[in-house]
């Protein structure tokens, strides 16, 4: 069961948010990110070659220009392949454990999975980001010796930061398949 | 409840048969290892799990039936495959089976012991059998410093179990299709045991090889050991030059990994393996680097220029002296002090470019013979090339430590005297300072000392600062080699070599994949192995140097720079650290 929507980040993007429900205790959360616009890319070019035109000017140096094409094609993959985020996506599977996966411009994926039996509860937080105050959710992983407290915090959707509609969303999701999971895993 | 099957994926085309592996009671979780074919003898089956059991520690068991239907339904087939759970009883009691043409399988359980017979939802998870079996979890709680016989607890994490399962059962992997043993079996390895000439015929030859390394270099250490060479003046020079403590390092380095004991566990396999890569890659620069050196006479180029080098330093630091002996920077100096000062350095300068001279016939033979030590790896060659720099060096050293001191002294002669000057003292019992009644003439001789001292301060400090930031500029040049020669030792080559070709082997976790659904089946999923990255890598497996990095942090440095105390900041205190 699929269902595509589109909603707005925090500052006011567009996001493609894209839910499937693949059984009752697994579902799948992907939130596309805003393409790499071509406006920013022509700006970013037009600078880098414009100080090296300069300088090429001052110093008549050839290399300078040879180093600027270097600088800009290593620089722009660089930033397709660690920087820039296309999709984030959160899997639960209910009894095996929550996954995230970002996948990168450039192809790029890079995956975490937190088993179940490390999740102490998926919450959504506050937070002051610059001039901000946003919400963000999170998951709150046991501490292996003491299992009241939490050990850590892993804030999700961190590239994407949708609002809290989409959040709030994804949070009664989770806390379904969580407390589902809580029964199933008491009842012998 | 759920159920968890962890399948094989080397299976999936398999015929029909019984359903070997692990139950896991506390995950609710079924591992399967491998199919058993008919016919078979259910006695024969039995026995055979006990031997395996026997000897891998793992309870393997009948888990449940897998029907493969290639041709068209038969129920005989549906009601023998009941009849056999009767024979090996296990709960639950799985039933997996696929249809001719269809991805999707249809999976029941049967529980014998409740009255009614509860649903249980089914997760069918696929693996690749072998990936799990060749592959090491790093979880992030787990240091590798751990003692090597503390096994982690069993739920610490529940994946690691089904990993530890598939590596402990690789007795069971051993038997294939081909075998005249009473039994079939389908895994990963059933089309033949996977080995490699190479490999087989390299631990044949690495006992014997092994056994004569070890006898060699305890030949060198005993040698190295011998008492010759714990008289003071050579047991000073040896534990002062840095290609000593490197040529002894890589020895112990050698003796680890060629010892005849067998790597007890994986992580001292992949120590010795990165300890070997490094080594082989340090002897093939080293060897490089010499046959570049060794051609068109480089040596003698080298040993011709070293001369006038040392004369235009010897020479660049004269200019200076004389510099601060007239006006330096428009500051205007104590004349007898500067005199005194710069005429002792200009002599000692004189000594030493005499020293030089002296030796100049010998140093191309010395740089010949020394060069050819490159072929003991290019760490010692930069060793030998940062002992050089010492050496060459070696006036500035002095003339840092003689400014050092002279300054030292000034400073601490001045901050007692202004303690004089206001009528309180250093109380040494009490380590604090107290109020203290001076006679007249104790507070007269002070405060003249006190001036006196006072106004040569700058002359003083000017020739402090000077030599310090050129034995600043030699200990740089010192710590650049040195960090090279850190770089060449500590970094796991092997175990980068490995994430970047077999990345299943260095997994830090899994990934899952939800496959394609259909409703009423149960979900279907393939787990992945989730490679570590490159940086805990490198973090994880690095190894321990001798590493010389400064110890004291910023704020400790500038003050012992202000005080005047010698500094040694790349001080080398013979023991490994991490």
């Known amino acids: 069961m699929e269902e595509r929507r589109s909603i707005s980040d925090i500052y006011g993007g567009r996001l493609a948010l894209q839910r499937r429900s693949y059984s009752p205790s697994c579902r799948e959360f992907c939130l596309g990110c805003p393409r790499l616009s071509l406006r920013s890319l022509t700006a970013a070019t037009c600078a880098v070659w414009l100080v090296a035109y300069g300088l090429f000017a001052l110093c008549q140096n050839s290399m300078v220009l040879s180093t600027a094409i270097f600088i800009t094609l290593l620089g722009l993959l660089g930033y397709l392949h660690f920087v820039k985020i296309d999709q984030e996506t959160l899997l639960i599977i209910g009894s095996l454990g929550i996954q995230m996966t970002s996948s990168y411009a450039s192809g790029k994926e890079s995956t975490t999975f937190i088993e179940m039996g490390k999740v102490k509860d998926v919450v959504i937080n506050e937070a002051i980001y610059m001039q901000k105050v946003i919400y963000y959710l999170c998951i709150l992983l046991k501490d292996p010796v003491e299992p009241q407290r939490v050990s850590q915090v892993v804030p999700v959707f961190q590239s994407a930061k949708p609002r809290l509609d989409c959040l709030i969303e994804v949070y009664r999701s989770c806390q379904e398949i969580l407390a589902h999971q809580a029964v199933t895993s008491t009842s012998p | ?578």
């Open chain 2, 1 to 578: 409840m759920v159920l968890k099957v962890f399948f094989p994926s080397c299976c999936c085309s398999a015929d029909s048969g019984l359903l070997i592996g692990r139950w896991i009671p506390e995950q609710n979780s079924a591992v399967i290892l491998a199919v058993v074919h008919f016919p078979f003898i259910p006695f024969q089956v039995k026995q055979y799990l006990s031997e395996v059991q026997k000897v891998s520690q793992v309870e393997i068991v009948v888990l449940g039936t897998w029907c493969n239907n290639k041709q068209e339904k038969e129920e005989s087939l549906g009601k023998f495959l009941d009849d056999l759970g009767t024979i090996f009883s296990h709960e639950p009691w799985l039933q997996l089976s696929k249809e001719k043409g269809s991805k999707f399988w249809t999976c029941h359980t049967l529980s014998r012991q409740a009255g009614t017979p509860q649903e249980d939802q089914i997760i069918l998870i696929y693996y690749d059998q072998r990936k799990a079996m060749l592959s090491q979890l790093h979880p992030p709680e787990m240091s590798l410093d751990n003692q090597p016989g503390v096994i982690p607890a069993p739920d610490a994490s529940k994946l690691a179990a089904v990993f530890d399962t598939v590596a402990r059962s690789e007795v069971l992997f051993l038997t294939d299709r081909y075998d005249d043993g009473p039994l079939k079996l389908s895994h990963w390895q059933s089309e033949g045991v996977e080995a490699s000439i190479i490999v087989e015929l390299a631990k044949q030859a690495s006992v014997p090889v092994c056994m004569l390394l070890t006898l060699l270099l305890s030949l060198v250490s005993g040698l190295c050991r011998s008492r010759i060479f714990k008289f003071w003046p050579l047991s000073f020079i040896w534990s002062k030059l840095s290609t000593c403590e490197q040529v002894g390092y890589r020895l112990e380095h050698l003796k680890f990994v060629f010892s005849n004991q067998k790597a007890e566990n994986q992580n001292q396999l992949m120590r010795k393996a990165n300890i070997f890569v490094s080594l082989l890659l340090d002897v093939a620069l080293g060897i490089m680097l010499l046959s570049w050196l060794y051609r068109k006479n480089r040596i003698g180029q080298l040993a011709d220029a070293l001369i006038p080098v040392a004369d235009h330093v010897a020479q660049e630091l004269q200019d200076l002296l004389q510099w601060l002996m007239g006006v330096p920077a428009g500051l205007k100096m104590n004349r007898a002090l500067d005199q005194v000062l710069g005429r002792f350095f200009l002599y000692h300068i004189h000594l030493w470019i005499s020293y030089i001279h002296l030796l100049s016939p010998f140093i191309e033979m010395i740089l010949w013979y020394v060069g050819l030590s490159a072929c003991l790896g290019l760490t010692v060659v930069l060793s030998i090339l940062s002992d050089i720099i010492a050496l060459l060096t070696f006036h500035i050293y002095c003339f840092y430590v003689y400014g050092a001191r002279l300054y030292c002294l000034k400073i601490y002669g001045l901050s007692s005297l202004w303690r004089l000057f206001r009528g309180k003292k250093w109380n040494v019992l009490r380590q604090r300072v107290d109020s203290c009644s001076y006679d007249l003439d104790q507070l007269f001789i002070g405060t003249l000392l006190f001036t006196i001292l006072l106004f040569l301060l700058p002359t003083t400090a000017l020739y402090y600062l000077v030599f310090t930031l050129l034995r600043l500029l030699v200990v740089i040049v010192q710590g650049l080699i040195h960090f090279l020669v850190d770089l060449i030792d500590s970094l796991p080559l092997y175990s980068i070599g490995l994430r970047l070709c077999r990345s299943y082997r260095l997994a830090a976790g899994v990934k899952f994949r939800v496959l394609e659904q259909e409703a009423g089946r149960p979900l279907r999923l393939l787990m992945q192995i989730n490679p570590l990255s490159y940086g805990s890598v490198v973090q994880t497996y690095r190894l321990p140097t001798y590493s010389c990095y400064p110890k004291d942090s910023w704020g400790s440095l500038c003050k012992k720079l202000f005080f005047g105390e010698l500094i040694y900041p790349w001080k080398q205190k013979g023991d490994k650290q991490d």
